[in-house]
Each structure stands twice: as structure tokens, then as C-alpha cells.
């Protein structure tokens, strides 16, 4: 199962019909949307801890929350492929990471294990690996909204390679 929701709504994930299932975390805590929490705030929780706190018979695997969806679909590319990109990937149970290791592989990703939920905060927003390494440039200075999506929709992605994603994610400081 994929949880992609505002984290907000996070607790209305059923708990009892997830549990013994792995559960991908794609969300990300943004405290303007989401609300103020303070152990988010406070840095002694992970959004992807909270969530399995929620689900406590599930295994939580952190994934897809560094990318946006359209370098998702753009930049797969095949097992072997030279030019093919690396996701990171957090949790707490090992076969549940396998499972989505071998879940990125089908749809064209390698996978990083930067660690468990409690370091999954390293691909979170404000983050070296979060989204920008795989945009070529910053959107231009003075865009009208729709001129930016457009920009955004037209700008190819950039493929980051595993090794590059496991730095990136080691050099993320926690705010």
C-alpha cells in the first residue's frame, strides 16, 4: 500500500486493515499545510515515525518523498541503464525495505537505505537529496504561476545516481 496524503491526515489511515502490510510513506511534513506537531517541530519524531506509531502493525517504509511526481515518471529507466536515477529508502523492517527496493527496480529506480524511520528525516524538505538534484537549473526568477508550471512540466530531470543520493542523504543536518 501507498500512503501519498497531506501528513495531516495521516491518523485516518486504518490502522487495522494496514496492519501486517508494508505501507509506503510518501508524505512529507509541511507545517503550513499540516498544522504545527510539535514532535515534528521539536525534531523527536520523524513524520515517517509518527505514521508507523499510527500503524502499529504495518511496516513503514519511507520512499518516493524526494522526487516530484513528474521526474518520477520522466526519469525511469531500465535495471543496468546507464543514465538511471537512485531513490533513498527508510525503515525499520528489513524484508519490508527489500520488498520496496524491488518495488523501485520494477518502475525503473535504484534503491539507497539511508536507515531507519528515526533517519528517514534525511530525505525530507530542506535537505540536500530533497527534490532539487534532479532538476538541471532553478526555476527563472519572475515567473508567472503559469509560466512555472510550464517550466516545470518542460524541464527535463536529471538521473542522480545511487552513490550520489547515499552522499547527498549523509550530509543532510537536521534543522
Known amino acids: 500500500m501507498v500512503a501519498t496524503i497531506p501528513l495531516k491526515a495521516y491518523d485516518r489511515l486504518p490502522a487495522t486493515a494496514l496492519a501486517g502490510k ?19 517541530d521539536a525534531g523527536t519524531l520523524t513524520s515517517s515515525a509518527l505514521v508507523q506509531r499510527h500503524l502499529v502493525g504495518s511496516h513503514v517504509v519511507k520512499a518516493f518523498n524526494n522526487i516530484d ?17 537512485a531513490l533513498p529508502i527508510a525503515g525499520d ?59 516545470f512540466l518542460d524541464t527535463p530531470g536529471v538521473p542522480v545516481p545511487a552513490g550520489r543520493v547515499k552522499e547527498l542523504a549523509d550530509t543532510a543536518v537536521r534543522a
Not at 511526481?69 to 536515477?85: E, Y
Open 22 to 40: 508494508t505501507v509506503i510513506d510518501t508524505m512529507n511534513y509541511y507545517p503550513d499545510r499540516d498544522g504545527h506537531l510539535a514532535e515534528l
Open 69 to 85: 511526481f513528474h521526474r518520477l515518471f520522466t526519469l525511469a529507466r531500465p535495471s543496468g541503464a546507464p543514465d538511471r536515477a
Open 93 to 151: 523492517d528489513e524484508a519490508a525495505k527489500a520488498r520496496v527496493a524491488r518495488l523501485l527496480d520494477i518502475l525503473g529506480y535504484d534503491a539507497v537505505d539511508i536507515g531507519t524511520l528515526a533517519d528517514s528525516w534525511r530525505s525530507e524538505p530542506g535537505t540536500p537529496v530533497y527534490v532539487q538534484p534532479y532538476f538541471p537549473a532553478q526555476r527563472p526568477e519572475g515567473t508567472s504561476q503559469e509560466e512555472a508550471y510550464r517550466w
